[in-house]
């Protein structure tokens, strides 16, 4: 297996492998993502892969994709409230179901945490769904720790919610 700077040309590879999680995070949540078109998607990637501010890695077994990680490096200003910061935003990661526990996604994750560091950013954040469990293994074996936890409320569901939400003293 082979890890290399993903091209343009490469964007309908990406686009190929981008199915195997896609399609897990549709069923997972349908009402949150929609089904996607193999031609948007790799024109998607291929406007990203030109950009300084991002960068992907492929990886290879001969001349087959089997995985790709996508990372995006952002910079933001002080505020009033934060700090000025750099980090790298680890956007996307996807191996082949069929290579999944050979080593193929932490190849991936250290030739972002190189590019990372070789651009002197000390900070490598990524979101992740919370059904996403096998991944949250990958992470924290890595090193990466949840910061941030993120809750939902969908009021279209049977939920009961307190008086405040409705009138007062009811529940809805």
């Known amino acids: 297996m082979i890890v290399r700077v993903a091209v343009v040309g490469d964007a309908s590879a990406l686009a190929a492998l981008n199915r195997f999680v896609h399609e ?12 996607t078109r193999l031609d948007e998607v790799t024109a998607w990637f291929g406007t990203l892969l030109g950009k300084p501010t991002t960068a992907a890695w492929i990886a290879e077994e001969g001349a087959v994709p089997i995985g790709f990680v996508l990372a995006f490096f952002e910079e933001r200003p002080e505020n009033p409230f934060r700090r000025a910061r750099r980090w790298c935003e680890i956007d996307q990661i996807a191996v082949d179901p069929a290579r999944r526990r050979r080593g193929v996604g932490r190849a991936l994750m250290a030739a972002a945490l190189d590019e990372a560091r070789a651009r002197g950013i000390a900070d490598v954040e990524l979101f992740s769904w919370a059904f996403n469990t096998d991944a949250h293994a990958m992470f924290r074996g890595l090193g990466f720790e949840p910061r941030i936890i993120r809750f ?10 307190p008086g405040r939400f409705g009138r007062s003293g009811s529940t809805q």
């Open 152 to 161: 939902e409320l969908k009021r279209s569901t049977s939920l009961r919610y």
């Open 24 to 35: 897990t995070h549709l069923a997972r949540r349908p009402d949150y993502f929609r089904p």
